[in-house]
Nanobody
Framework: QVQLVESGGGLVQAGGSLRLSCAAS????????MGWFRQAPGKDREFVAAISWTGSNTYYADSVKGRFTISRDNPKNTVYLQMNSLKPEDTAVYYC?????????????????WGQGAQVTVSS
């Protein structure tokens, strides 16, 4: 089992920045690829970014490419999502997730563990 806890959400004006953190506990964190997803009211959960267990490979949704950066600190069992140039359409609950494979997946069904989510609200 892996337990994931997100933090760092909040309210920010358009153009601003936030950094989300996801702290992991339980099984060996380093063996898991990690992903960030988001879900806005009335919409499906959508992929945002993913990072390999070494941190050497990353992948982003087109909607956030160039604005968001995913990273991880394995000794601290933490993955981050730095969000810059935020837009109102980025408003959603953001979830981190872990998967026990080496590949980076955009499908939520590929992930084995999920956090409880952190609300991000971007005002115009």
């Amino acid at each position: 089992q892996v337990q994931l806890v997100e933090s760092g959400g909040g309210l920010v004006q358009a153009g601003g920045s936030l950094r989300l953190s996801c702290a992991a506990s339980g099984r060996t964190f380093i063996r898991y690829a990690m992903g960030w997803f988001r879900q806005a009211p009335g919409k499906d959960r959508e992929f945002v970014a993913a990072i390999s267990w070494t941190g050497s490979n990353t992948y982003y949704a087109d909607s956030v490419k160039g604005r968001f950066t995913i990273s991880r600190d394995n000794p601290k069992n933490t993955v981050y999502l730095q969000m810059n140039s935020l837009k109102p359409e980025d408003t959603a609950v953001y979830y981190c997730a872990a998967e026990r494979t080496a590949a980076l997946h955009t499908n939520p069904a590929a992930y084995d563990y999920w956090g409880q989510g952190a609300q991000v609200t971007v005002s115009s």
